[in-house]
Structures are given as C-alpha cells and as structure tokens.
C-alpha cells in the first residue's frame, strides 16, 4: 500500500514536470517566433530588393556587386548619423553615377549600378535598417576588407 502510494505520487510528480518542460518549450518557440516577426521590415526589404547583386552569401569571384557590408562600411562613420546615410542612400538610388560613386574599385570591377525605381519609404526602411542593425557579412568579407584596406595605405 504505501508502495503504491509512492508509486503514485512519483507518477503525479513525473507527469507534472513533464508538462511544464513541454509548456517552457513551447513558450520559448513562441518567443522565437515572435522575435521574427518583430524584426525590422528593412531586413526583408532589402533581401527582396537589394540581394539579387548585394547578398552575403554569393562567393567573391561570382558576385554582382560587393556585400551590403561593404556598402555599410564605406558610408557609415563613427560621426555619421542615421539621417546623413538615408540621405546618402535615398540619393544614390535616385541616380546613380560615376561621379558620384564612393566605391571606386566596384566601379571599375562591375560598372556603375544601374538606376532602378525603388519608392522612397523602401529606401528609409533598408538604410534604417542597415544603419542600426548588424547585418550579415560573407566569409570572405574581412580578410579581403582588409586586405584592399593595406593596398590603400
Ligand atoms: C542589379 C544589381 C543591383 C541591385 C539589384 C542593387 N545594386 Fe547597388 N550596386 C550594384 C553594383 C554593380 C554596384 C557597384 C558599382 C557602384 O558602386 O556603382 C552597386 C553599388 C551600390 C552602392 C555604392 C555606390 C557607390 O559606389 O558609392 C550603394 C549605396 C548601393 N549599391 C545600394 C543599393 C541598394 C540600397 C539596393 C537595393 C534597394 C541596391 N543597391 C540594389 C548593383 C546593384
């Protein structure tokens, strides 16, 4: 008898926690998800608009365009603020030209970008995007960054 009732309240016991470690996975799935959904709108954006040349994942001989890193690195300064780099942004994407271009060595290696119609509130949501978050870099990215950076020098 008092064997049983051991038995059972061990039953109860492991039952309980069973379901509470259920409940917790479940809630840090939810959370999971939650977080994602709450990510910035820029990040989605800018794969949908900008990663067809500018993505992280292509190799270095294949590439389009240099990494949206490379991008970011270029404009964004310890003493640059978010609104310089929308405006930056906002006014490279209207009209892209040679004179104009900061990175001289894309230019010469894929020619100057070509002036695509993309609407203003797309651009402020990518440069926020891209000015307040960490955004994916190849693996690549920093030896080569590096390396162009000594070639300066
Ligand atoms: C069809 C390919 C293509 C797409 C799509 C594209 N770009 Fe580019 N972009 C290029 C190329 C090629 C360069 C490098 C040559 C240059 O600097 O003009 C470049 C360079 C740039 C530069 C640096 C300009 C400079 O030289 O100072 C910025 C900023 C930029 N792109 C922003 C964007 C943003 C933001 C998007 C998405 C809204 C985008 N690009 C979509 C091809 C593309």
Partial sequence: MKNALCLTVLMVV???SCNNSKN???DTAQNNIKKQDTIHPGK?????YCYACHDAT???DKRLAPPMIAIKRRYIFKDTSKEEFITDMQNWIKNPTEK???MYGAVRRFGVMQKLPYPEDVIDQIADYIYDYNIEQPEWFEAHYNQNMKKKI
């Fill in 24 to 26: 917790r996975v479940l």
């Fill in 14 to 16: 492991l039952l309980t």
């Fill in 100 to 102: 104009d271009a900061k």
């Fill in 44 to 48: 989605k954006l800018m794969e949908t």
């Fill in 58 to 60: 292509t190799s270095e």
